[in-house]
């Protein structure tokens, strides 16, 4: 989901790629700051339009850490935000609760989305971190039937 | 607003209560305490001055002192100005939590009531949590006297919280002796305390929305080294704002402390070398040894324990003929700290001026060290001095029952 805006800096670098400095130039305090500039009322912006600095996990991928991943089926979806809410990396990406996808830059593969995803069948499943997106939803399952009582 | 209290010029106050009136006249945002003898009574009295409507702040009673710490952690990184007190086992407990500060370059203000270490269990005073503390990063002050734990408590403010240092800053003072001896004190008015530290100015603070930024990063092999050094720097620097502080001190009032005290140095042939209040006991000691027998002996303590200051300490014993060392805390497989550094600062001396250096461990546990003990010390010194080499034992234990402990000797050819 890269470039929900042009300026978006999500996941431009790889985690510890950043410029290493001297003892002289380190932050003091180890403080890291999020943005590179100040934005007023953080909290009422998107992330894509934040500056986040070089320093942010924002801005770093740790896609690679991944060896499966959650693939996502607009088909089946509901947007009832239940991914959203359970993610523990932020990395659903959804704008007025409508889900647009997943952010794979963020990502570690837990399955947690899946695992709290109510539709039959599930709007998100997992496969093999190298399986194609198309290749994946031509073999989703089809809705379950209740048994009977 | 916080109620003023009309002081007299002239209060007194054991070294407990001068450090909670420090803190008052602080105006501290957030203290989060444990309590632990024999620093309870500061926590207990700053709490009754929060109930009476003396401090604005917040006090936070916490479940241990690693919380305490934590607690203040937290506070100080929202933008507060911050303390706490604690001693000897509540100390140790907090270590962990005191490196997260001082890396976090977070100027908190810890009273440490120097109290052993267990085991075995001992409520008394030494200097074993003062020395647990000298690796933390932390400036560390030492009160030889109630007046001095006042006037260092508030200058520890004015110290770790300016922008060229904030750096944490304890201020020591002994277990009993100095904090729950009463004596008389010259106290600063509310205004003229208040108006001396200045209002806390917050660096990076957390509970700025506006520039969020995160505390307590991990940083591996690739960053944690360079952060370390550029604190360690800061703590090496720190000795200018520390000079600049005392003689803002004592312009207001007299009062003159320098990062090494020396006393009666000018012409002193032997020395000793100690923290505390064994400092105020081998001035008397001295001077006895002046009057009674012409000894040229002279006293000498770090106010500032660190950052140490080596280089006064060099110049000092240059031309000193012998210098004791003495350690309140045991070193346990080694020499005592006093002695290591003393050692570490002449070694950049030609060897001709150098004195020679012995180690005294004693006073563990609160074992009196009495003025004829530091007389019997010095005496001995000078016959060092007299022969032109160490006849004893280089490390010896002072005030111990049973047989002679000592070890390590010189090697003269």
Redesign the interface.
Known sequence: MKGVLATDKRGVREL?AEE?????E?T????????DL??????FSRPEERPYSD?NSYTATVASWRVIKPVYNRDICIDCQNCWVWCPDTSIISRDKQMLGIDYDHCKGCGVCVEVCPTNPKSLLMFGEAEDPEAALAQWPEKKKKAKK | MAEKMELQEVEVWDGNYAAAQALRQAQVDVVAAYPITPSTPIVETYGAFVANGYIDGEYVMVESEHAAMSGCVGAAAAGGRVATATSSQGFALMVEVLYQASGMRLPIVLTVVNRALASPLNVRGDHGDMYLGRDSGWIQLDAFNAQEAYDLTLMAFKIGEDINVRLPVMVHQDGFVTSHTAQNIHPLSDDEAYAFIGDYKPVEEMLDFSKPVTYGAQTEEDWHYEHKAKQHRALMDSTVVIDRVFEAFEKKTGRRYNRLETYMMEDAEVAVLALGSTVETSIVAAKQLREEEGLKVGVIAPRCFRPFPFEELREVLAGVKCVAALDRSCPMGAMGTLYNETCGALATIPAEQRPLVTNFIYGLGGRDFSVEEAKRIMREQKGHADVGHITTHIQQFSGLRGPKLGFFESKRS
């Open positions: 510890g290493l400095v001297g003892w002289d380190v003091h305090g180890v403080v890291l700051n999020s943005f100040e934005v007023e009322n953080p909290a320093f």
